[in-house]
């Protein structure tokens, strides 16, 4: 019998009847079964769901593994793949009909393209999305085996998040391309333990704090350390999550520090720092509003990456007048002595523009549209198409419409 063309892959821990439900949907991913196969790697469950993967869906390939690995054990099922293209997905995401036939033709016109990200969307009508307009969602993606395998698929040490920006980084710095596509959807039926729990917050810090070490060259390893870290002590202030954070700062660190030597021939090249964090382009967007007659302006959302934010109006000779951000202005007053203060304060200084401070497409997009009914001309470099305005957009840590982006 041939190789299949897909194989779809998915991880999952005590969850057996929603695990089921979504075996159900994959088979109606608009395939032929003879096109696909499915994997699910069992993070050593006690409800019977491997029992219950055997017995209703006896076709499915079953891992089961003795300890529980995270989301990340989805990496132990790649080398039994046998599909030129391989889809992961989580216990409770589905593709919609039609997409992964149109992922494959993605794949099959562009050689360079080594991940389809597909638009992620939740019961309620949100969205997720990335912090980073070249870093995909786990929960809905495909990728070309070969290059998969080539940067060494995913960390499985990192057991939950920031494993995508890890798997991302890599791939982009090997040349590939790593694209999110409007025309390829996934449902995930995403509960509410995936919100910002202890444990969310503890890997959350530990695994960002180590991408920094493992990828980030000098100087801007040091300015990302701090960024990062503060970003997540308040985030860990917001929801009470202290000794969280402090632990896992603590290790990401330590184990940082541990392998920073042994990644030294995988640091971002110079042009992968710019496809993932986008610095010269928002310096030549900035130095364009000077160029304009714009002298002052406030900065809409204390993203991710806004430090090239920060950092190209100070050299382009833009006055910052503050951040604008409802959520962090509750924690902090300031981002490297720019104050950060809530909308409303920020929409009465009277700023020549609102540049809008995110590289999340569509967290820039909600930005954007919330901004829009002031008559201060505002800027969405990064910022996805516009949608029907009743759709809103949530991250990958918190199903609220904001940026909480990991």
Request: net charge neutral.
């Amino acid at each position: 019998m041939p190789n299949p063309l897909v194989s779809f892959i998915l991880a999952t821990h005590n969850r057996r009847d929603i695990t089921l439900n979504t075996l159900r949907r994959i088979n109606d991913c608009g395939l032929d079964p003879s096109r696909f196969e499915v994997f699910v790697v069992d993070n050593a469950s006690t409800d019977n769901t491997p029992d219950a993967i055997r017995s209703t869906f006896p076709d499915v390939n079953l891992l089961a593994l003795e300890t529980n690995h995270g989301s990340c054990a989805k990496s132990f099922a790649v080398e039994h793949s046998r599909g030129r293209y391989v889809v992961f997905l989580d216990d409770d995401s589905h593709p919609h009909p039609g997409s992964v036939g149109r992922m494959i033709e993605r794949f099959e016109s562009d050689d360079r393209l080594a991940c389809a990200g597909f638009v992620v969307h939740l019961p309620n009508g949100q969205r997720e999305c990335s912090a980073f307009p070249n870093v995909f969602i786990g929960c809905g993606v495909g990728f070309r085996r070969d290059a998969l395998v080539e940067v060494g698929g995913l960390d499985a040490t990192l057991f939950m998040q920031a494993e995508e920006y890890d798997l991302s980084f890599r791939l982009v710095n090997a040349g590939y391309r790593v694209e999110t596509f409007d025309d390829l959807h996934v449902d995930h039926l995403k509960s509410p333990q995936a919100r910002l729990n202890a444990r969310t917050i503890h890997y959350d810090t530990q695994n960002n704090l180590l991408l920094v070490h493992r990828y980030l060259p000098d100087p801007i390893r040091r300015v990302y350390l701090q960024d990062w870290t503060q970003r997540y002590r308040w985030l860990a202030m917001m929801h009470g999550h202290r000794t969280s954070f402090v632990q896992g700062r603590r290790m990401g660190n330590r184990r940082g520090r541990r392998e920073r030597a042994d990644y030294a021939n995988h640091r971002l090249s110079a042009s992968a720092i710019e496809t993932l964090f986008r610095h010269n382009q928002i310096a030549r967007e900035k130095a364009s509003l000077f160029e304009d007659g714009v002298r002052s302006i406030v900065l809409a959302d204390l993203g991710k990456n806004i430090f090239p934010f920060v950092s190209a109006a100070k050299r382009t000779g833009l006055s910052v007048l503050a951040i604008a951000d409802d959520r962090f202005s509750s924690v902090t007053s300031d981002y490297r002595n720019v104050p950060v203060i809530d909308t409303e304060r920020a929409g009465q200084l009277n700023p020549d523009a609102v540049v809008v401070s995110n590289t999340s497409p569509v967290h820039a997009a909600l930005t954007a549209k919330r901004w829009s009914v002031s008559p201060i001309p505002v800027h969405a470099w990064f910022a996805a198409d516009a949608r029907d305005e009743s759709e809103q957009f949530t991250s990958t840590c918190v199903a609220v419409p904001a940026d909480t982006s990991a």
